[in-house]
């Protein structure tokens, strides 16, 4: 079965930071790009960024970019997302998922950033 389990969330104060992780398995990992999505309370589900696997490279919404890094660890089946500088506007729950993504969103992981 497929599974990617997001971890990492917390309570934290503006300008802190925060790394999430995201373990899978269930899949070829190196098949496939990985992303970290959000969603905020009474909001739609957002993307927040990703990774190919074909070369790496990376895509971040506007309102992360700068602040957020995402990498992938081939040898582990894992993603993580380094959070900096963290704004009140980024509570959200984060998921992790393949692109395109799968019907599995798990229950993710829940950011709090408190001002």
């Known amino acids: 079965d497929v599974l990617l389990q997001a971890c990492g969330g917390g309570l934290v104060q503006a300008g802190g930071s925060l790394r999430l992780s995201c373990a899978t398995s269930?899949?070829?990992?190196?098949?496939?790009?990985i992303g970290w999505f959000r969603q905020a309370p009474g909001k739609e589900r957002e993307a927040v960024s990703c990774?190919?696997?074909?070369?790496?490279?990376?895509y971040y919404a506007d309102s992360v970019k700068g602040r957020f890094t995402i990498s992938r660890d081939n040898a582990k089946n894992s993603v993580n997302l380094q959070m900096n500088s963290l704004k009140p506007e980024d509570t959200a729950v984060y998921y992790c998922?393949?692109?395109?993504?799968?019907?599995?969103w798990g229950q993710g992981t829940l950011v709090t950033v408190s001002s």
């Open positions: 998922n393949t692109l395109p993504p799968t019907d599995y």
């Open positions: 269930g899949f070829t990992f190196d098949d496939y790009a």
């Open positions: 990774i190919r696997n074909s070369d790496g490279s990376t």
